[in-house]
């Protein structure tokens, strides 16, 4: 069946999530926010990606609570930031989210990123918040293989998402692979690259064929490869733009030459640099710092 603005896809606990959202990163609190999302949902977007770290879960649950759209028709993503890991932080800080978000229950609570040594304690605190019904789903981002075979080695509840950066020039082929056999489900986040690569003349070429702009190219190449996606606009006539994307289709050789776009770019943080577990004592040596986030970040 050909997608549409209102397509889901079903998480491995039989939630289902919508394919499109819209990202909050780097909207500023307040009005910005607000309008975006407010926005978002009169278009006919149903799905919000927001995160502690961005300051912006207040406005997210405003627009959201003044929307005519109904709260169980909306699903929100909010994320744990690193400074918060460890079971009592972790809940904590879900607490915290739930609160400013204004909201009864976060349909999709993520690892922002995975902090060392501490992330398995944050995730024993996410299971307990999805068995008091608390999240409908959780998951994790910036999980390479690496770090989601660990977790799933203590696990009891398997991640229903890793929310990681994705788009033609990074196209994480092994990784999509390997989520897809263990039914996690792989989200594109930065999938304009965050603006950087939009006007690469290859992206044009394509854009041109279908009458259609870079960004939804962009959009539609990870959709065809059933990825969800939450670009980010705080601007009206982009945020339509960018959902329109379903009355379109590449072509599996367009998607093909897309897929070898691939270069390695990334506008965001390297989580494959992430310290795997060390003594905290050796973390700083390695440029580390868990109270500074955990990794480098892309401010
Ligand atoms: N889990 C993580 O670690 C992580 C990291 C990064 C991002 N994220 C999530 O993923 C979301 C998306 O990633 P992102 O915000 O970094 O990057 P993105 O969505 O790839 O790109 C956003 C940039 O593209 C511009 N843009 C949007 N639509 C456009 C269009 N149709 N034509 C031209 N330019 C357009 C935006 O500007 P305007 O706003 O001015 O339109 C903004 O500068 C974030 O908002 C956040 O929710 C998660």
């Known amino acids: 069946m050909p997608f549409t603005l209102k397509s889901t896809i079903q998480l ?6 919508p394919l499109l959202g819209l ?29 502690s770290f961005y300051r912006n879960e207040e406005d997210v649950g405003r627009a959201v609570r003044d929307s005519t759209v ?11 930031w690193n400074n918060d890991h ?4 972790a809940l904590r800080a879900f607490e915290a989210s739930l609160k400013r978000l204004g909201l009864g229950y976060i349909d999709l609570y993520l690892i922002h990123f995975p902090v060392p040594n501490l992330r398995e304690q944050s995730w024993r605190a996410l299971e307990h918040i999805l068995a008091n019904n608390r999240a409908r789903a959780i998951g994790v981002s910036n999980y390479t293989e690496r770090h989601l075979k660990d977790l799933l080695s203590h696990s009891t509840v398997v991640p229903v998402v890793d929310q990681v950066e994705f788009s033609p020039f990074l196209y994480q082929r092994d990784l999509l692979e390997f989520c897809r056999k263990q039914r996690i489900r792989l989200e594109a986040y930065a999938p304009l690259t965050a603006g950087r690569r939009l006007d690469d003349p290859r992206i044009i070429a394509v854009a041109k064929r279908h009458g259609r702009t870079n960004a939804q190219v962009l959009l539609r190449w990870a959709i065809q490869h059933e990825v969800v996606v939450i670009p980010k606009s705080r601007n009206v006539d982009r945020i339509a733009e960018n959902a329109r994307i379903f009355d379109f289709e590449l072509t599996s050789e367009e998607v093909s030459a897309l897929d070898r776009l691939h270069d390695g770019f990334r506008s965001s943080w390297d989580p494959t640099a992430a310290a795997w577990d060390f003594p905290a004592v050796v973390l700083p040596m390695m440029g580390y710092s868990i109270a500074a986030g955990g990794g480098k970040h892309y401010e």
């Not at 491995?12 to 999530?17: D, K, L, Q, R, W």
């Not at 990202?23 to 995160?51: F, N, S, W």
């Not at 109904?70 to 744990?80: G, N, Y």
Request: positive net charge.
């Open 86 to 89: 460890g079971y009592d932080s």
């Open 12 to 17: 491995n606990n039989g939630v289902s999530m």
């Open 23 to 51: 990202g909050v990163y780097l909207m500023r609190p307040g009005k910005e926010t607000y309008q975006a999302v407010k926005a978002a949902l009169e278009i006919g977007y149903r799905h919000i990606d927001t995160a």
């Open 70 to 80: 109904r709260r169980e028709e909306v699903f929100i993503t909010t994320k744990l």
